[in-house]
């Protein structure tokens, strides 16, 4: 069955499982991070939680043997079982359940048009609501008025929230030995010297690089200023300046690491990041114009 097809069916086939619920499934384009995707929006006029159905993710099933039937049913029950209770957005709580997510600016402009946020270089410091621990909600401006806060709140909670966080600072080294706990190699001087930071929950970690005493802290730990490599929107590693003698070969690492092992929707960012102590702020490792100037030394080594 060719994809539209498919589509097609598996809405027909949800309305008719969901129907105790009144659900009606609307296809649309909704914007996951640094991607839109096309999905199916499952809406039920008694709720304002919206499900959404990937519609690749189930044609990716459908193409490995499951039936539409199956699949509808799988989502149904899924979204009975796991749909969080709707908070009372009203209630002053609401402070207490808002956190910062650092993402890509550029990859998420559209949405980042109608979304409170703060501009950090060429990421963009945003908002999510915490319903519990697998489910979370980006603020919009459309939000604001539910949560009785300005934008500007909005940020201002979610920033003291962040900066409550607890947070894990380990060497690379005690990461990967946790992650493949019987590698008999000797660690190298990265792993040994370089730092990955992110919050217990390893959800939206990369955002602690917005909080100044995190930053502080893991100056001292290090014993010098470093680069930010941004390994997802879920963590970052801290490189020394000392190991780092080239910060453009920095960023040939993360583009790499980002194209071959770093899913679309969690990526942050192609570019280091230098951590500055002494004026306390975090600046671009590799300044536009050496971009620029690196791009044209390439140009012409090509024209030769």
Known sequence: ???EKFVDYLKSQLELDMCDQN???ERTMINKLNQDRDVLALRNPDSCITPVVYLDDAYYCYQHGDSVVAISRD???GIRQTTPDVPDFTAAEAKEHLYCMVINAED?????SHSPHEQMQDLAVIAYYRLDDSATIRVTDEMCPYLKMTGE???ENAHKNTNKQEYRLETLEDVLDRMIPYNI?????MEEKAYVLTNQKNAFGAALITNPDVMDHAREVIGEDYYIAPSSIHETILVPKSMVDDPKELEDIIKSVNKSAVRREEQLSDHAYYYNSQDKKIEMAVKPEQEKSEYQRQSNDRDR
Do not use: F, K
Request: aromatic share 10%; net charge negative; hydrophobic share 45%.
């Open 23 to 25: 659900v009606t499934a």
């Open 1 to 3: 069955m060719e994809y």
């Open 185 to 189: 190699e000797e660690p190298s001087e």
């Open 108 to 112: 998420n402009a559209e949405w980042l």
């Open 75 to 77: 989502i149904a029950e």
């Open 153 to 155: 709140e909005v940020l």
